[in-house]
């Protein structure tokens, strides 16, 4: 023990009868020397059944002691000191020390304590000197020290601090409390070891993790996934081909699952765009054979209807469709893979939606996307004939702008934004897919990742997590998150059990607090993961 705790038993001790050691007048274990309020035991002992109720401080050296259970010393509850020390016992349990609201002094130094319950010092009031030296702790449970409001002094001194994640909440701790705190140094792990612990700093450790586990399946496949909110809830529609339908998903806030609100048949269909203007619902179904079209909702309390036939003689075989605003109103713009048929560029006019453009015709457009670059609309094209071209809304209209060097055979584009910069994920089914970052002239080449079998390579903002997911018809579709410091993807998980099979498209939606992936899958069923927020300093 250290000077302080002799000095304060010493003190304590002498307060009973003069300082001196005698007779007790209750009755005093062999082992122990006590006097009238003060006890010093050493040797073999059960704790104190046969103390006196009206003991002040207790030390209990080399003891029998193998474990402090709860309610251990309810037996002496008046108790201002008590002292552990070179005893064998290497756990505390929660409320060992229930009853001693009265305990000012807590030595427990120089034992083989390795684990203590988080609930262990619960009830101590009064507590204002904590020592905890010279053990085998790794790490303390978070909440140890909470409602111990009068503590001034702890010792944490000569422990193996591992210092991962698990001491993150005890580096936090030490600012807020009026308590002079020795924390010694990390035993590990071996980049930090024999550093000492106020020097570490909190905002360094990486303690948060994510995962996604599955939570639904939806039975048909699916080509495509959209999430949209319409009147203030959320909902997902999902491009069915082999079922002939656009399928509309919304919260069953009974059962805490996803159900079915309204499908629209649409055989043969790639895409289900959704649109929403107010009260009105808008949906694209662009279909491979039979025409594409237009339905609407006009209202909340009706169901979708046809509105229009889309383009029949420009959108011969569509494979993509997005939504964009251009000077203020809605467009769709249609990427159509055959020889024949071109990418439209569809705007608003009026009740309805017409062709404002022809864009890339003879190149087998198989994706469309919009972004956003230097604060002016843009469209990327990919194709199955030449690389992926740009193109920039200039008067009116799209004007080719540049084409994507180093990425040939490229199936389809997705972007996103990270700390300022604009961010490009292309897929390619044979070779690597890619990750690409714009410069203010064109996007350069930053990360390649092996993507054998691919047809989506999908980036989506969940939470404060970006992730990008690879999808492959091969093997596990991988989960990547970007790195900020690095500014890199890293793997973070594959997804499955159940396992995607053929995935083609991803989207995500939060409901009732709850986040949720959905895995649309060309030759399976849609999967639903759900996505959980794990702190590893728990």
């Known amino acids: 023990m250290g000077g302080a705790g002799t000095l304060l038993l010493l003190l304590l001790a002498g307060a009973g009868a003069g300082g001196a050691w005698g007779p007790p007048k209750g009755k005093c274990p062999l082992s122990c020397s006590c006097s009238k ?35 251990s010393f309810l037996r002496v509850p008046s108790l201002h000191l008590l002292l552990f020390t070179s005893n064998s016992f290497s756990v505390i349990e929660d409320d060992a020390f229930a009853g001693l609201s009265h305990l000012q002094y807590l030595f427990i130094e120089d034992n083989e304590i390795g684990s203590i319950s988080k609930n262990a010092l619960r009830g101590l009031r009064s507590l204002t000197h904590l020592s905890l030296a010279n053990n085998h702790l790794e790490t303390l449970p978070r909440f140890l020290f909470r409602g111990l409001e009068t503590l001034t002094h702890v010792d944490l001194r000569g422990n ?70 319409y009147q203030g809830e959320p909902h997902v529609v999902l491009a069915q081909p082999f079922a002939g339908r656009c399928l509309i998903l919304t919260w069953d806030y009974s059962l805490q699952r996803f159900r079915q609100e309204e499908e629209l048949s649409a055989p043969s269909v790639v895409s289900c765009k959704p649109l929403v203007l107010g009260r009105r619902l808008f949906v694209l179904a662009a279909r491979l054979w039979g025409g594409s079209q237009l339905w609407a909702r006009p209202g909340p309390d009706l169901r979708l209807a046809p509105l229009q036939a889309l383009a029949p003689r420009r959108l011969l075989r569509p494979n993509d469709a997005e939504l964009l605003w251009l000077d203020g109103q809605p467009c769709f713009v249609v990427a159509d893979a055959s020889k024949a048929g071109s990418t439209t560029l569809l705007c608003r006019d009026g009740p309805g939606f017409y062709p404002r453009q022809s864009l890339h015709a003879w190149h087998r457009d198989t994706d469309a996307e919009a972004l956003e670059l230097d604060g002016r609309p843009h469209l990327l094209l990919a194709s199955a004939s030449q690389r992926p071209v740009l193109f920039h809304w200039f008067g009116g209209r799209f004007e080719r702008r540049t084409d994507i060097p180093e990425a040939e ?130």
């Open 409 to 538: 055979d490229v199936y389809a584009t997705r972007h996103f934004q990270a700390s300022g910069d604009v961010f490009l994920c292309l897929t390619r089914y044979i070779g690597d897919s890619m990750v690409m970052r714009w410069d203010g002239s064109m996007f350069r080449l930053l990360q390649q990742l092996p993507s054998r079998g691919a047809h989506v390579f999908q980036p989506l903002l969940i939470a404060r997590d970006q992730l990008a997911i690879l999808g492959s018809d091969f093997a596990f579709s991988q989960v990547f998150r970007l790195e900020p410091d690095r500014g890199l993807l890293e793997p973070l998980q594959e997804l499955g059990p159940p396992a995607l099979v053929a995935p083609r498209a991803f989207a995500h939606i939060t409901m009732a607090g709850r986040r949720f992936l959905f895995a649309a899958c060309f030759k399976g069923p849609t999967q639903i993961y759900q996505h959980h927020e794990l702190d590893l300093s728990a």
């Open 160 to 229: 193996p601090f591992q210092c991962d994640c698990r001491v993150l909440w005890l580096l936090q701790w030490i600012p807020t409390v009026n308590a002079s705190v020795g924390t010694g140094a990390c035993a590990g792990p071996a980049a930090l070891a024999h550093m000492q612990l106020h020097h570490l700093d909190p905002k360094t450790f990486k303690c948060r993790a994510i995962e996604l586990s599955w939570f639904q399946t939806v039975g048909e496949s699916a080509l495509g996934v959209e999430a949209f909110s």
């Open 37 to 71: 309020d003060s006890a010093l035991c050493e040797g073999s002992l059960d704790l104190p059944e046969s103390f006196s109720p009206t003991l002040l401080s207790l030390s209990l050296v080399r003891t029998g002691v193998t474990q402090l259970k709860a309610g």
